[in-house]
Nanobody, 124 residues
Framework: QVQVAESGGGLVQAGGSLRLACASSGGSFTTYVMAWFRQGPGKEREFVAAINWIGGKVYYADSVKGRFTITIDTAKKMGYLQMNSLKPEDTAVYYC?????????????????WGQGTQVTVSS
């Protein structure tokens, strides 16, 4: 059974930065995709970024392109989301998700395992 856990959320002023971390454990898979989604108050869960574990191919939502960077440390089975130039509209619960496939995907139902989420609040 794969387990996923996020950390690193918090409160930051607009223009500031935060780094989220995602730890994955369990399972014997070697090829998968790690992604970040977010869900703001009263909103649907939306795709933020994804990275292929083998090869490191990445894909970003237009709303975060140029501000957020997704990376992985395969040795530690850790993923990271560096968020710079944060805006109040980035306020949301951020979720890490794992997909047991090598193809990137942007819809939540394509992902097999989820963390509990971490709150990010950006004040104006």
């Amino acid at each position: 059974q794969v387990q996923v856990a996020e950390s690193g959320g918090g409160l930051v002023q607009a223009g500031g930065s935060l780094r989220l971390a995602c730890a994955s454990s369990g399972g014997s898979f070697t090829t998968y995709v790690m992604a970040w989604f977010r869900q703001g108050p009263g909103k649907e869960r939306e795709f933020v970024a994804a990275i292929n574990w083998i090869g490191g191919k990445v894909y970003y939502a237009d709303s975060v392109k140029g501000r957020f960077t997704i990376t992985i440390d395969t040795a530690k089975k850790m993923g990271y989301l560096q968020m710079n130039s944060l805006k109040p509209e980035d306020t949301a619960v951020y979720y890490c998700a794992v997909r047991l496939d090598q193809l990137l995907a942007t819809t939540p139902n394509r992902y097999d395992y989820w963390g509990q989420g971490t709150q990010v609040t950006v004040s104006s």
